[in-house]
């Protein structure tokens, strides 16, 4: 999250957070959307990303990244999930800043399995520690979370998923905020699938406003499986507060033989949401 007035920790906007919850926050559905599922890693396997997001409003520019994100299946329908970011707050008037950006961590935990008329249901609690430096616009300087709840449904070669939670910021400036979100996904082939979302942050801190996001992207495979990917997406509100966000990275898996569906059905990236996605 972006602290814009240098002289006291009463930020206008909370960009580089946000990213983290669009991002956001995601190990399977949320990268490279803001919206994210709750299916967690398979038991004894791994994922790890390196990335870079954008978000834009009038006025400046935040990035998050060089970025990089692991996750653990630390237990059966539980991962655990860690972002270490550097990130970059670059205003239309004033001095650009770069360096270490807050780290994320988080608990991804299902405890409704998917059946044939059932949706399979979890949350995903993220936890962002104040590492970057709130005086130069990297950071919001102090600890706060997000706790959602998502649902998540296939249908051959569809997947949706969505749900939302609020974000809680105890800060000087800031507000604490809700969030929701819903995505529709379709496997193209082997290779490719795409997705698009309907993502909603309300008002992040004293300055902003609540927005309504539409985002396009996807999954690329390089080997025709969930092992090496790329990932992307790009959107812009339709309502509210002008904002623009971006993701590119770069996804590998690894671990024991695993049962679950291909992570192009909705298991990739880890969702987090900028708005700070988890909020602007």
């Known amino acids: ?51 870079a997001a954008m978000a834009r409003i009038p006025g400046e520019t935040d990035i998050q990244g060089p970025a990089v994100e692991f996750n653990w299946g630390a237990l059966p329908n539980t991962h655990l999930h860690v972002i270490v970011p550097t990130g970059a707050y670059l205003p239309q008037e004033g001095a650009h800043t770069f360096g270490p950006a807050d780290i994320e961590l988080g608990v991804k935990y299902r405890f409704i399995q998917e059946s044939k008329k059932m949706p399979q249901i979890g949350t995903f609690t993220m936890f962002e520690i104040p590492t970057g430096n709130a005086a130069r616009g990297l950071g919001v300087g102090t600890t706060w979370y997000k706790i959602p709840l998502w649902a998540q449904k296939s249908f051959g070669a569809w997947t949706t998923y969505g749900g939302g939670g609020e974000a809680i910021i105890p800060a000087a400036g800031y507000r604490n905020y809700p969030f929701a979100g819903w995505l529709l996904q379709r496997e193209l082939n082997k290779k490719l699938s795409l997705a698009t979302e309907v993502f909603y942050h309300g008002q992040a801190t004293d300055d902003s406003r609540h927005a309504t996001m539409i985002d396009v992207g996807g999954y690329y495979k390089f080997h025709g499986d969930d092992s090496f990917q790329l990932l992307f997406s790009y959107g812009h509100s339709i309502s509210g507060q002008a904002e623009q966000y971006a993701y590119l990275g770069f996804y590998w898996t690894w671990g024991e033989k695993r049962t679950d569906r291909d992570k192009s059905q909705g298991e990739v990236a880890g969702g987090r949401a900028l708005v700070p996605t988890g909020a602007f």
Not at 23 to 49: C, H, R, V, W
Request: cysteine-free.
């Open 1 to 51: 999250m972006i602290n814009r007035n240098r002289e006291r920790p009463t930020p206008a906007y909370v960009p580089l957070a946000w990213l983290t919850l669009l991002l956001a926050s995601s190990a399977f559905a949320g990268p490279p959307f803001q919206t994210d599922d709750p299916e967690p890693i398979e038991y004894k396997n791994y994922e790890f990303y390196t990335f």
